[in-house]
């Protein structure tokens, strides 16, 4: 059974910075495309960036390029999103997510197999 977890989540001004953590455990050397999501209040979830576990390829809604950066640490199985310059339309339960190899966009949710429980990021103006 895989598991991930998040981490780094909470309330931040607007051009500040977080960084989100994802743990993960378990039978995750299957794992191909790593993604961030997040769900603002009343709203479908929406993809923010995706990595390449193997070969740290990384790629980012337009929303947040330039401003979000998506990293991992292989060796201890832990994935990353570096984000700075927040606004406030940032604010969402922000969600990792652990996927196979697999024609499916990694744009979209139904790409992925697990997904942690979300951490909260609230940025204020």
């Known amino acids: 059974q895989v598991q991930l977890v998040e981490s780094g989540g909470g309330l931040v001004q607007a051009g500040g910075s977080l960084r989100l953590s994802c743990t993960a455990s378990?039978?995750?050397?299957?794992?191909?495309?790593w993604a961030w999501f997040r769900q603002p209040p009343g709203k479908e979830r929406e993809f923010v960036g995706s990595?390449?576990?193997?070969?740290?390829?990384?790629y980012y809604a337009d929303s947040v390029k330039d401003r979000f950066t998506i990293s991992r640490d292989a060796a201890r199985n832990v994935l990353y999103l570096q984000m700075s310059s927040l606004k406030p339309e940032d604010t969402a339960n922000y969600y990792c997510?652990?996927?196979?190899?697999?024609?499916?966009?990694?744009?979209?949710?139904?790409?992925?197999?697990?997904w942690g429980q979300g951490t909260q990021v609230t940025v204020s103006s």
């Open positions: 990595i390449v576990w193997n070969t740290g390829t990384a």
């Open positions: 378990g039978r995750t050397e299957r794992f191909f495309n």
């Open positions: 997510a652990a996927g196979l190899i697999s024609t499916i966009s990694i744009r979209t949710p139904r790409a992925y197999s697990y």
